[in-house]
């Protein structure tokens, strides 16, 4: 088969999860045989794909316009949904004017007056964003929920999510996709660790975008008085760059800033540290928990969102808004041993081949006649 994979216009200019999801997926379906190519583009010319694979449901007016382009040229769309709405982060932590228009609003306004802020502030503007503007965020939704052929949630509990705010995505065909991690990449018996690194052994780590709903902020706070580094990798998000720098303004001298770090280079911070944080409003699960897991850590997570689904009793889960919660819980964290088990779990289920076999799984429910080609 002959895939396109798309998603939003800032794919790569304010990378995420998504990102990383996309790109991994893509590579290890091409180890399978499959011809997959990326675009990021609102109308390509369809001729000679099989199928459309589309992601991010939280991010509709790109996608949206990419959905009523494959269905225009008559191709069947799959969709990796990546739906954990940020509706409790919204309501309760975030602050500024959006905050108060959160307690309300309806969610699908307040995401309409998001993409109303980003247009203005950081100029991303394009027919997409127009499209969402005129139509409506949930409209559009909508109408890539009724344009998929097949979901590919990342846990049986996104999809759960996902039925319960569309209904019209009950009757339609879905397989669960795990997010996995590149076992070759962060492989703790086969990453040296540099020197520039090594400073940092013993460290608690949290990789992520600087941003509200990551909860650096806490994080920052509830290490006061820890005997340990604070260590954030990331940069901060486009519209996030005030509360980036009350994180700088509150932090001790237990806390570096490390900054945006290359993908694979991050294997030896992982393997360099103890513990793993990665406390957000929502997670589905954090690819950097499965990534630290993997390599050694002990994790503390959020308990909202997807994260039991693969992490299970193997963590140790906290409340994002609760600095005595998370305080207490990368305590326990830190004095536990290296959870042997958790390593072989994300070892077993969690590779990018599972994600891609489950993937090809999906494209046969939604090109039934794909074996022939």
């Known amino acids: 088969m002959k895939i396109l994979f798309q998603s939003r216009k800032t794919l790569f200019s304010v990378p995420g999860g998504d990102t990383v999801q996309l ?84 969610h699908s306004q307040l995401e309409y007056l ?29 109408g890539i929920v009724d344009m998929t052929d097949v979901f590919l949630p990342n846990s049986s509990s996104e999809m759960a999510r996902v039925h319960a705010d569309f209904p019209a995505s009950v009757a339609k065909p879905h397989v669960v996709v ?27 780590l949290s990789v992520a975008r600087i941003e509200g709903r990551k909860c650096q902020l806490e994080l920052v706070r509830a290490m006061r008085g820890l005997p340990w580094k604070l260590v954030l990798i990331g940069k ?22 490390v900054g945006q770090v290359e993908h694979d280079r991050l294997a030896e911070y992982y ?46 889960y906290c409340e994002p808004d609760s600095v005595e919660s998370i305080r207490r819980q990368i305590v326990k964290a830190y004095e536990s041993p290296e959870d042997a088990a958790l390593i072989a779990i994300i070892k077993e289920r969690y590779c990018w081949s599972r994600t891609a076999e489950r993937t090809e799984a999906g494209y046969r429910l939604a090109c039934p006649d794909s074996d022939d080609k």
């Open 236 to 257: 901060p998000a486009p519209n996030h760059t005030a509360y980036y720098e009350q994180i700088k303004r509150e932090a001790g001298p237990n806390v570096e800033f």
């Open 23 to 106: 790109l991994k997926t893509a590579e290890a379906l091409r180890t399978r045989g499959c011809l997959v190519e990326v675009s990021t583009d609102l109308e390509p010319d369809l001729a000679g794909y099989d199928m459309v694979h589309l992601f991010n449901l939280m991010r509709p007016q790109e996608v949206y316009l990419q959905a009523l382009n494959a269905k225009r040229q008559g191709r069947r769309v799959a969709l990796s949904t990546i739906y954990g709405p940020y509706v409790e982060y919204d309501r309760k932590a975030r602050g500024g004017l959006l905050g108060v228009a959160a307690r309300l609003l309806p």
């Open 114 to 142: 998001k993409v109303l802020a980003r247009a203005v502030k950081n100029l991303e503007l394009n027919r997409g964003t127009a499209s969402l503007l005129a139509r409506g965020y949930k409209t559009l939704q909508e």
């Open 271 to 316: 393997k360099a540290a103890k513990v793993h944080c990665l406390i957000s409003w929502m997670e589905t699960p954090g690819l950097s928990s499965l990534e630290a897991g993997v390599m050694g850590c002990n994790v503390v997570l959020t308990e909202k969102g997807d994260t039991r689904d693969y992490f299970g009793d193997h963590a140790f």
């Open 178 to 204: 795990p997010n996995a991690v590149d076992t070759a990449v962060f492989d703790p018996d086969a990453v040296a660790v540099s020197p520039e690194v090594l400073k940092h052994r013993g460290c608690v």
